[in-house]
């Protein structure tokens, strides 16, 4: 069986309250060896920390564009302490998840706006103060994340994965250059994504990780249209055992055996995420 890191998910959240230890055996069960926790605010840092230490998984610490509208300046300094404190867990290896969200209307405009891009900067220079990586949110805002990067490079490459990257070659191309992963999930299993998947095809092997941000960015076989769900089914729910199946899709896109596409993209994982370690579970 292929083992496979699932770069980016979510175990912490509310969909999966009542089975998170059954889901992360399935996963397991899959071939699914590990698994990254990003926190999306203070209020969940010790949840993904008790996750990742019950499963024998990973974490990161950071505060989520989508949760700057609630969260206090207050709070950086909260993460500042708890990256210091917890510096020494080998649990903990990034700092996110962290970055910029232009999709949501209320995010674009003054003053949130201004606000997760205060509190993205601010993080980035947690990132660097903590020498860790970064974990990045780059919807509809690879231009303005990339500026912040480079703002704060320090003369150094980052570490670290653009999380469900959607943008295209150039901008691949210069998140690769920084020294960032390009994270793959669901999204490139649809046949209607023809630049993703185009893209998934022409970049090197060796700046592809996989993730399935779960419970969200349900893959193909997973996704219920806005109609269906107006009928009688639900959205079906995203989980850390979709990788696999994820992983063969691309493989076929690019013409390789799916054993060498999940040896690569672990081990381009673990580049990502220096601290990464593959604990038994």
Excluded at 100 to 109: G, T
Excluded at 152 to 172: M, P, R, S, T, Y
């Amino acid at each position: 069986m292929s083992l496979w890191i699932d770069t980016h998910c979510h175990l912490d959240a509310i969909e999966f309250a009542s089975d998170v230890q059954a889901v992360r055996a399935r996963a397991a069960a899959a071939g699914v060896a590990h698994c990254v926790l990003p926190a999306v605010c203070v209020a969940n840092f010790s949840a993904v920390r008790r996750l990742a230490q019950e499963s024998a998984d990973s974490y990161a610490l950071g505060i989520h564009p989508m949760y700057v509208a609630q969260s206090q300046d207050a709070d950086l300094a909260l993460l500042d302490a708890a990256l210091q404190q917890h510096r020494a867990d080998p649990k903990l290896v990034a700092v996110g998840e962290i970055g910029l969200d232009y999709f949501v209307p209320e995010l674009c405009e003054s003053p949130f706006r201004e606000r997760q891009e205060y509190f993205y900067t601010e993080q980035l220079k947690l990132a660097r103060k903590h020498e860790l990586p970064v974990l990045l949110h780059v919807r509809r805002s690879v231009d303005r994340v990339l500026k912040g990067l480079r703002a704060h490079a320090d003369g150094k490459v980052w570490c670290g994965i653009a999380h469900a990257f959607n943008g295209g070659e150039q901008l691949a191309q210069a998140f690769i250059a920084l020294g960032l992963k390009l994270g793959f999930g669901g999204a490139v299993t649809f046949e209607r994504a023809l630049q993703l998947r185009r893209l998934a095809v022409s970049l090197p092997l060796e700046s592809m990780v996989l993730e399935t941000d779960a419970p969200d960015m349900p893959p193909r076989w997973l996704y219920r249209s806005a109609a269906q769900r107006v009928g009688s089914l639900k959205q079906a729910r995203n989980e850390p055992s979709a990788l696999p199946r994820i992983g063969m899709e691309l493989a076929r896109l690019r013409g390789m055996e799916v054993s060498e596409l999940a040896h690569a993209t672990s081990m381009n994982a673990l580049a990502a995420l220096p601290g990464l370690v593959l604990h038994s579970r």
